[in-house]
């Protein structure tokens, strides 16, 4: 068995792509666009995944956008996506200058939730052992859910 993606559908393919590219840091490495289906399927990877996703089409997160304009609801029942940094402070910071919320700030030096435009829950781990609690992440409190 192998892992291959998870699918995400979006609202708004540029919104969704400034989230999970210019902010979140994701690289695209294969677009579909499909004509008669009407939609277009686009694949990211993790910067230190896109070697192995490019090779072997996984691991993967696949934002499936259709053209015809849907409604998009209950993104947290999906549970969540997950990704590992090698600095959790400074990657929040990054999203944080972006414009993004941090719904659950790493206070533990470990664990963070963002959600995406479309509301897709997304835990931030940092890699290896836990950094030492830092402000202003320590004792900021938590934005809505995630």
């Known amino acids: 068995m192998e892992y291959l993606h998870t699918m995400v559908r979006v ?3 540029d919104r969704a ?33 896109v070697a192995r996703a490019e090779a072997e089409k996984s691991p993967l997160i696949e934002l499936t956008y259709n053209w015809d304009p849907e409604e ?3 993104g947290r029942n999906f549970g969540h996506l997950a990704y590992r940094v090698d600095d959790i402070y400074a990657f929040c910071q990054r999203l944080k200058e972006a414009g993004v919320t941090i719904n659950r700030p790493p206070r533990d030096g470990y664990m963070a939730f963002v959600r995406s435009p479309d509301g897709i829950s997304i835990e931030i781990l940092q ?5 030492p609690p830092q402000e202003p992440w320590a004792s900021m409190e938590n934005t809505g859910t995630w």
């Open 72 to 74: 998009y609801a209950g």
């Open 127 to 131: 890699k290896g052992d836990a950094k």
């Open 17 to 49: 792509l400034a989230f999970y590219v210019d902010a979140f840091g994701l690289k695209e490495v294969r677009r579909v666009e499909n004509e008669k289906g009407r939609f277009t399927l686009v694949f990211l990877a993790a910067p230190g995944d």
């Open 11 to 13: 609202a708004d393919l």
